[in-house]
């Protein structure tokens, strides 16, 4: 009866001790992810399947293997997203003649709040709403907007942190399509 | 006049009472359900927020009670939109469940513990005085002796 106790016991501290642990480690992983990309690694994107705003389907990244991708995380209530909105979209119509992917990322925000904003700043280039912020963990966002750029092979390969400009993209793109 | 004024006085009041119940009421559930919910951006309950996308939500859930519209209702529209995360309390059902089940394990476990120390520290003490030598209570007994002289 004893043992049978202590059995129980040691096995509620080790459960709590894994969920610790997985909750730590998924903190870490996306802060490991923009660490790696400022040390010059390209380590793969973390994939994710998220629905599309303004359709009823989904979307998931690695179905987009084999183009350069932007991939920009906003939010409606973010004043900094406003403010790069048109840099973006210019960009975006720059170079998705070029076979460019932008991909915006919607974060913590309603899907109604997003599509005014697409429709208020004329976004041509599609979005998917990540509500929870869960692919904003997996990617290490600490705050928006901040953009992402992947090469043919879904490896990243640029990080902006904060708002962006025409020719830092610019940049970050020819970097991705060399890689 | 005057009887005929405070009849009307009397009928405004009636009919005011049910309006000034109403909106009473919206403002309770509204207050309610803002400390239910938390806020996606910074984790806090969001009666105590004051982000861009509390006050977003805020008015949401306004907008929602105004229509109609019950706290469950409002509660699922607003886990569709960001994660099962946003309740302040889980839902007592699938994963959610761990959350209510592992602190009340957790409580049953330290009671249990707390239990079998104190049953093994009273088994423990007959024995202890069993430990103590003839000679050493014959010396406890002078020295008592020589304290009451």
């Not at chain 1, 996306?30 to 359709?55: E, M």
Request: charged content about 25%; overall charge positive.
């Amino acid at each position: 009866m004893r043992s049978a106790g202590r059995i129980g016991a040691i096995a509620l501290v080790a459960g709590l001790l894994v969920l610790l642990v997985v909750h730590i480690a998924t903190a870490q992983r996306g802060a490991a992810v923009a660490a790696a990309v400022s040390a010059g690694k390209k380590p793969a994107a973390p994939d994710f399947d998220l629905d599309r705003i303004g359709r009823d389907d989904r979307l998931k990244l690695s179905s987009l293997r084999g183009r350069v991708v932007v991939l920009n995380f906003w939010a409606s209530w973010c004043q900094a997203c406003k403010d790069e909105a048109r840099t973006v979209e210019a960009a975006a119509r720059r170079w998705q003649r070029r076979g460019v992917v932008f991909l915006g990322v919607d974060s913590q925000d309603f899907t109604s709040d997003a599509r005014a904003f697409a429709r208020r700043f004329g976004l041509t280039y599609e979005s998917v709403h990540d509500g929870s912020g869960s692919v904003m963990t997996r990617y290490g966002v600490t705050g928006l907007p901040e953009t992402w750029t992947l090469d043919r092979r879904g490896r990243l390969v640029d990080h902006i942190p904060g708002v962006t400009d025409a020719r830092r993209l610019d940049r970050a793109i020819e970097r991705a399509r060399r890689s | 006049m005057i009887t005929r004024l405070l009849a009307l006085a009397a009928l405004a009041l009636v009919l005011a009472t049910p309006a000034l119940g109403a909106g009473g009421g919206l403002e309770r559930r509204e207050s309610q359900l803002e400390n239910r919910v938390m806020c996606p951006t910074c984790h806090q309950l969001l009666a105590l927020s004051h982000s861009p996308i509390a006050e977003r939500m805020r008015a949401f859930i306004r907008a929602q009670l105004a229509t109609g519209k019950s706290e469950a209702q409002i509660e699922r529209e607003l886990v569709a939109q960001f994660g099962p995360g946003v309740l302040a309390e889980p839902p007592a059902h699938g994963f959610g469940l761990l959350a209510w089940l592992v602190p009340a394990a957790g409580l049953a476990a330290a009671a249990g513990a707390v239990f079998m120390v104190a049953r093994a520290w009273r088994r423990r003490a007959p024995a202890d005085t069993d430990d103590v030598s003839p000679e050493l209570l014959r010396r406890i007994e002078r020295e008592l002796v020589a304290l009451d002289d």
